[in-house]
């Protein structure tokens, strides 16, 4: 077997599900999960009704490059939403359709990564463990970099030594970020862009989340927009990564895209023949829909805002809690170690958390510390009147301590 594979660390999830083993949460109370960022709000109709128009496709092969109607589709979103010149992106060459963004930007690694190269990945710490896995599986060594509040939840790129960057040759970011919300400003990803023109590394920029934000004037940034107001139209280096999963809750439909440098894509496409991992045909003609729609859209953001202003409220005089950035995610202090405190408010309560130790690795480059502990993640994807059940539910177990 390769032996890489034993490299990689258990799923966050299998060390929850351990975590809990053993333990009967008061019957009278139902369980409020609120550990997975599964969105639970209703995918919008008409996809399901664009789904079974669509389903005699079944009967031919895809082609890894997808469909040019959804390439097109996709081009014209990214122009839209960030404000691309429309000639600076071109479908054939800049976009492809992925089966979510999960198994895009595993399978990036395997396509970026020189092997014969002593290879270093960079990603936030806490991260999607999705980085990490990758990295090890590609045979690169991972270069953590913490993001606490001291550093307003951002990897701090100028206290990276210029010998690390020079191994780097990809960099995961995540704006808006899991676990924490931040979102990476303009500057902020500047600053990136420029880095990687001199060191000569590819920016994986993981956005699933661009569409989850509060303040309907403020979209959060991209990153191919950050490199269109530098008056850039290459996208060099540059490669971002959407999905349909949280904009549309339609997380069981499987449908993302990568979009950004040519060249790159271009040989991503040569890896995903291969690998073999073409989106079914009925699922592309029904994301064209979705992609076109701002409507279902906007109001699924209308959902978390409601959410978010009763939670915080709810939290915020017991807990050290703020209303994040953007994504759909609040990332508390806890008054007792994270572990403990997501056991306990599961056996006391029926409330499951992620402990955020679980998302994160102790990190030698920063003396040993894992930014995770003490904190845990509750994702806001369940109905408004759950999670305002949830939020008392923790303020009362939250009271015991
Ligand atoms: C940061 C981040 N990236 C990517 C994904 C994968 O999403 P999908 O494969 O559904 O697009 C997730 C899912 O939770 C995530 O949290």
Known sequence: MNPDLQKLHPYPFEKLMQLKAGITPPAEKPHIALSIGEPKHAPPEFVKKAMLHQLDRMGSYPLPK?????????????VNRFNLKRTSLDADKHILPVNGTREALFAFAQAVVDRSLDAIIMMPNPFYQIYEGATLLAGAQPYYMNTTADNGYLPDLDSVDPKIWQRCQ????????????????????QRLIELSDKYDFVIASDECYSEIYFDEQQPPT??????????????????????????????????GFVAGDAKVIQQFL????YHGCAMPEFTQHSSIDLWQDEQHVKANRDLYREKF???????SGTLKVSQPDAAFYLWPETPVDDQTFARELYAQQNVTVLPGSYLSRDNSNNLGSNPGANHVRIA??????????AANRIIEFSNTL
Request: charged letters at 20%; aromatic letters at 6%.
């Open 66 to 78: 997808g469909i040019v109607e959804l390439r097109e589709a996709i081009a014209q979103w990214l």
């Open 170 to 189: 990809l960099i995961y970011i995540c704006s808006p970020g899991n676990p924490t919300g931040a979102v990476m400003d303009i500057a902020y990803l």
């Open 222 to 255: 991209g990153l191919l927009q950050a490199a269109v107001a530098m008056g850039r139209d290459n996208y060099a280096r540059c490669v971002v990564f959407h999905s349909l999963s949280k904009r549309s809750n339609v997380p069981g439909l499987r449908s």
């Open 270 to 273: 040569k890896y995903r023949t």
């Open 309 to 315: 202003s009763k939670v915080v409220d709810i939290l």
């Open 380 to 389: 806001l994807v369940a109905s408004v009147d759950e999670c305002i059940d």
